[in-house]
Structure formats: C-alpha cells, structure tokens
C-alpha cells in the first residue's frame, strides 16, 4: 500500500464526464489500497473565461481581486470531483488551497509555496477517506488572503503536497504519455522516455518542453519527491521523473546513463541587438542593467568582436518576446547613457537545446550536434551550453527540421510501432 | 454621513455591464461621503448552472460539497464588483463570508448565523474603502468548512451584518420598485407602500410575498435594522421596513397605521383530505405527528363537523405542494394505525392574505373581507388568522380575481398614473 498524490489538469476535468472518468480512475486507485491525495486545476477554460471577464469590468484589474475571481475555478472543479467519487460509494472530501495548509507569500498571481501543513490532509486519508485539492491556490497568512501561484501551479501544489506528506509517488495526469524525447508534432519519431533525471528534467523545461513547468521540478529535485508524467487517457506507464542515482532497469540495478535524454525546443523568444556600442568596460554591464532594471530575464548573449576600425561593437541577446516591447522601450530611453546606434529586433528565431546528463562524461557531443546541423543546411546564430546541455538559435523557419536533424543523428528514432504509442490502446 | 449596508441580488449582477452599473452606483454612495458595505449574489443563473452541473455528475451530492460548490458564485460577483469600483477609483476589497467573519451552525445548504465578526470589514471601512462580501455563504467554525443559507440567504447576510456594523441601514436592491399593496402583475393598480412594519412584512413574507424571505425580516426585526427595499435600476425611494412606532410622516411625527398594508397570494400549496378518521380523541394528534415527523410543516387546518350516524370526520390541512407526496406516502403508510377511510390531494388551490397591523384596532375586517368575497362569487374553502392577517383559501383559478375584489374593497387601489411607479423614470 502507497501514498500516492495524483494531479490532473484542465483537460482531464473539462466537464461532467471527464470528471466522472477521472473520479472512477481515483476510486480505482484507492479500491487497490492506496491511499489517495488529489489536487486538481479548474475545470477546462474556466481560467481563461473568468481572466475575460474580469478584462470586461476593468483593464487593470487588482491582483488581489484576480487571485480571489481564479480561485473559483478549483472550487468548482474540486468539489465536483469529490461528488462523483463519493457516487461511486469512496468517501470523499475537498479542500482549498488554505483548508490543504499551502502557505504562500504574497505575490498574488505568482505566488511562491513557503511551507504546506496539510494536519487536514492528514487526518482525512486517515480516517479512509480520498481527499481532493484545489491546485494552483494558497493562502498568505499575513492577510488571511488566497493568492494564486501563477502558471503550471497545480503540478507545484502536487509535488509541495506529496514533498509534505512524504508520498511514495506524485502522479502528474496530463494528455500526453509522458516526457518525450522531442515533440511528438515535430518528430514522430520521437520516443517517450521511461526515465529521466530531475536535472534533466529541469533543462528541458527550461529549454521549452511544456510536460512539466521548471518550478514543480525545481521543487520536486529539493525534496526528492519521485514524479511519474503519465496520461489521463490510459493506463500504460508514462514516464518516471527521479533521482540520477535511482535511474534503475526492472531488475533494481542502475543503468548506464544514455548520453543523451532529447531535443527541446523553443518558439517563443526573440532576439535585441544593440548596434554600435562602444567597446569600452562597463557598457554591456550598463545594457543588461537597464534590461533587467525594466523586469526582463534574458536567456542568451551573443558579443560580436568589435570592428578595430570603429571601436563599436554589436550585442545580442534574447528574451521572452512577449518582454520585448518593455525591453526595446526600456533601451531606447537609455540610448543616450548608453550611446548605442541603433536596435535590432528580431521574433523569427527558434531555439534547439539538447539535453543529457551524459555529456559530462561524453565528449564530442558538440562536434556532433554542429555537424548535424551543418549537414541539413542550418545556420546557427548564437549558442550557449550547461553542464548537460547545449542550446543554439536558427532561423524560426529552419527550427523543425533542425529538432529532426539532431534526433535522427543522436539515435533517439524510436524503432517502434508509434501507432502504439499514440492509439490509445494499452500495451 | 452614514454608514450603509448595500444588497444586490443576482439579477443586478448578471454581467459584466451589470456589474460596472452597480460599481457605479456604489461609487456615487461613497462619494457622496457615505461608508459602505456590499453584500453581493452570485452572477444571474450561475447558482442554477452549478447545481446542474452537480446533478450531472451525481443525483445525490454530498451537502457539504454542495456548499463549497456554490459558494464559487459569490466568489466571482464580489472579485468582479471590487475590480469595476476599483476602476472607477475608488478603493474595494472583496470578503469571503468567512473573511467576514460570518459564523453559522453546521446545517449545510440552509445554515443559520449564529454570529457575526466583522473585523475586517470594519478595518477596511475604516480605512476608507468599500468592502464587498459575499452574500449567502459563512463558515461552520467546529470544522472550518464554507456553509451556504439557503434561499434569499444573500439578504439575510446583508441585514446581519448590518446589524453587526450597527449600520444606518440596510438598502435591499431588487428588480421591483419596493414593496407593493398586492402583486403588480395580478393587480395593475397596486401602491408601492412607502413604508411597512416588521411585523406586517413578517406576515406579507409567510403569505408568498416574494420580495423579501422571512428569515431577513425576522432577523431586521430582533435587531432593529431598518430596511430599505428598493430598485437597483432606478433612484427613487422604495419601500421602508421599520419598527412599528418609527412608521413617521416627513415632519417626523407617528402616523396614524393604515388599516390595511397589502394583500398577498400564495400559490405553491396544496390541501391533504384526511377522510373518515374515528372521531376519537387523539386522532387528530396522531396525524400531525406523522406529518411532522415526515419532516413537513403545515399551514392551515380544518376539522369537519363529524357526522353523528358514523362518528367519523374529515380533517383537511394545507402544506407546500413540494412536500405533497412525501406527505401523502407517510400518512398511507400509517393508515392502520389512524384508521382513515381515504386520502384526498388537492393542488388546484390558492390562498389569500389580508395583512395590516390596523386590524389589531378595527372590528369588521373579516366581514368586509368575506363580502368583498361572496360579491366577487368566490367560494372560501379554509379560513386561518392572526393578530393581523386573515388568510383564505379558495380555488386557485378564482385566486387572481379575489386578490383584485379584496384589493379594491380596502380601497387600496392607486390612484396615481402608474406609467409613473413602473416606467423607470425617476420622480
């Protein structure tokens, strides 16, 4: 008998049968003797209707208000759920993110998880009983006020309960089958890994794979909590998100490493160079000190040699497009301090990052990464790299057959029947 | 300057310009130096479309889900309606019942207050900011769950925390201009009364006057909260609901009562048969007990004159037509014991109810009711009174036309334009 933490998201509970489906899954699970914590996200859309009506009432609205207008949406979902497994004759009961005892502080609308004290959670699935939480919600103690944790906060309010409760498994429900090797629409080839580390992990969600947000694994990697991403829609095994050192075959003895985990990519960021900075000290610190004074996280930083000639030099670096207005703005209103010529603003680029914890032991991964690039024809325009990952920008409109490109040279094709993986039929 | 507790009901609220329309109104109370306090409902028909989406996933929810289900309607009025007041700069923070310290009993779906501590609603009028709670909801302190109180529980939370504040009043907003002699729709040439006593708007609630629930006016009146009922599309003066001395004229001197307040009609009540009961003593008794205990309350009762040559009678009782077959199913089951020949059920009847506190100090109401009747050709099947009511049941085909005959015997038809009371233009 396990404890196990199960989350399902928006898609799993979009209506009344989801939620009867899902609630059969739970019952299933507790009909086996486990014990059974659930947290749950707001039934489908919900979030986006209720952000749109709140944008019909006010353009600005406050922050404590959305947090205290979003947070309807668990409610509803969280007690619906409780319903339908108590109909299938499992005692059931659902707690907010406060009743659950997800402590925060107070940033509303991205708030960070201080402490959990879930005494009520306790007690319930002592007492026999399946209880279900309201992801994504919390309470700052100092106001008595709830506060949302921003997005993908449902799988951190999972893994916070299960770190708490010291459960033997967080189980992440989600549409998918698990974590992939590359984006199954990209490359159909694409495997579903049946392990991966934490750091691993941690950089793909950091280089654009969408499964699981940064945060939840950031928190998941503290507290050793063991992470299973499998989905809503079948039984089979998804994929086990674990300690490197834990990383066993079915026999229970660590397995080799492989070099490489996947491919990730990234859509969503562009690119700002400041044109003619004079390559003096000082002026690229001066640049990423306005870009950040403005609130923006940039990602890459490209520094060209500077033109003996002139003395002038070229920066590029990206960031989260949606930030480029702020930044390009931010900039401008420095020109003069800074004395740069000119700003280029560029959103047709991709980002590639692949990803291994292999590559510390591994040389020539790099070699290998840019000959295949090379070899489809793929420009690179700038590059960065961690311990266990290399990320390079091309062209937004070379980006998938870049991602295909670097798969098939890694090995990481699947051999198998992929109509298996994606059918919906068990295995 | 006052202090003014403000309802309003779900229609007022039923969207985003709903809203912005009720912000302003409570923007211009607060400028114009007030302090206040919002109890708000829940959005339209959302109440109706969480329970339907309830009974899709269960015939038989839990009530404690229930609550915490219907509870999220409240949730998303009061965010909404604190980001439009915001908008329109002034400050407003929304309050869960909890937040407002709003204390019940444990009776899930139709808890009773049984206390109310509003400190955070007086620190933030305090501070100069309107506060927004969330009608209908409080919390059940023993297990810190969300209880919800029942129908017309928004109101009842309004005047309690009126009470709580020892606010100048209570202002109920609603769809009608007030409180009206008789209904509109039934009698075209009703007055909007100016104003009406506890005791008299007590008895109009319990005589299927919809515009208040009874439980509201019995807590206005333990607390001596003054009521304003009055219309949220409109400025004009609605209808006051005040201690029975305080009924002043604009010079502030005591007016004499008016005999007659209005007349109510009640149509969701059926009449039970009870035929041929040994007319023994104890009988009666025993058939109450059994009504009683099927959890059904009663209005009126009649008991035959018992026919010498059988020594049976028939006892006939009135209840609400929802409770019919409940009823019907306990007193069959207990038929041996009684001792009855047959049930009849009736729910083709209406009832009618004469209300003003004048007839405490004037003989010859019911006379003048009972001819008013019989001119009209309109049969009396059951007769009930109080110290200030009489009410009648008739066929409830005839009950439009005996609401109309009373209403003008009493002489209380207007004779003001009523273009005028319903047209929306202010006077």
């Known amino acids: 008998m396990a404890l196990i933490v ?20 739970v019952a299933e699970a507790k009909r086996a003797g486990h014990d059974v914590v659930v947290v749950v996200s707001a039934m489908g859309d919900t979030t986006d209707e209720l952000i749109d009506l709140a944008n ?54 991205k708030a960070r998880i201080i402490d959990v004290s879930p005494s009520r959670i306790k007690d319930t699935v002592a007492r026999g009983e399946v209880a ?19 997005r993908g906060g ?13 459960a033997d498994v967080c189980e992440i429900y989600t549409d998918v089958d698990g974590v ?11 495997r579903k890994l049946d392990r991966i580390s934490y750091d691993e992990m941690l950089e793909m969600a950091a280089s654009g794979a969408k499964v699981l947000v940064l945060r939840c694994v950031e928190y998941a990697r ?18 086990l998100v674990t300690n ?18 996947g491919v990730a990519h990234d859509r969503s960021e562009a690119k700002i160079t400041v044109v003619g900075v004079p390559d003096v000290p000082g002026k690229a610190a001066r640049i990423f000190e306005v870009v950040a004074g403005a609130g923006v ?17 070229d920066i590029s670096f990206t960031l989260p497009a949606t930030d480029g207005a702020h930044a390009t703005s931010a900039l401008t209103e420095h020109q003069p301090d800074i004395g740069f010529t000119a700003l280029q603003y560029d959103d047709t680029i991709g980002k590639l990052s692949l990803i291994g914890a292999g590559m510390r032991s591994h040389p020539g991964v790099s070699a290998r990464l840019f000959s295949a690039l090379s070899e489809a024809n793929i420009n690179i325009e700038m590059i960065s790299t961690s311990e266990i990952r290399i990320s390079v920008v091309t062209r937004a409109d070379s980006l998938d057959d870049a991602v295909r490109a670097v798969h098939t040279a890694f090995e990481l094709d699947s051999t198998e029947d992929q109509a298996v993986v994606y059918g919906g039929t068990g295995r």
């Open 6 to 25: 199960q989350k399902y998201g928006g898609s799993s509970v979009a209506d009344a049968a989801s939620i009867k489906r899902v609630a059969k899954r």
């Open 132 to 150: 279900i939480v309201a992801g994504f919600q919390g309470v700052n103690p100092t106001t008595n006020d709830v506060t949302t944790l921003g």
């Open 297 to 313: 996280n940039i990602d890459m930083i490209v520094q060209n040699v500077s033109a003996a000639s002139t003395g002038l030099t």
């Open 222 to 239: 503290r507290y050793d909590v063991p992470v299973h991403v499998r989905s809503s829609f079948s039984t089979r095994t998804g994929t």
């Open 154 to 166: 449902s799988d951190t309010t999972a893994v916070a309960l299960a770190a708490a409760l010291k």
């Open 56 to 109: 019909q009432v006010t353009p600005l609205p406050p922050q404590r208000e959305m947090d205290i207008l979003l947070t309807a949406g668990e409610r509803i979902s969280m007690s619906l759920l409780a319903m339908a497994i108590h109909n299938l004759g499992v005692d059931a009961k659902s707690f907010t993110g406060q009743q659950a005892g997800v402590i925060t502080d107070e940033s509303y609308g």
């Open 180 to 190: 992939f090797s590359a984006d199954p629409r990209i490359v159909p080839t694409a």
């Open 244 to 261: 490197e050192a834990l990383v066993t075959n079915e026999e229970g003895e660590q397995m080799e490493q492989p070099i490489i985990a």
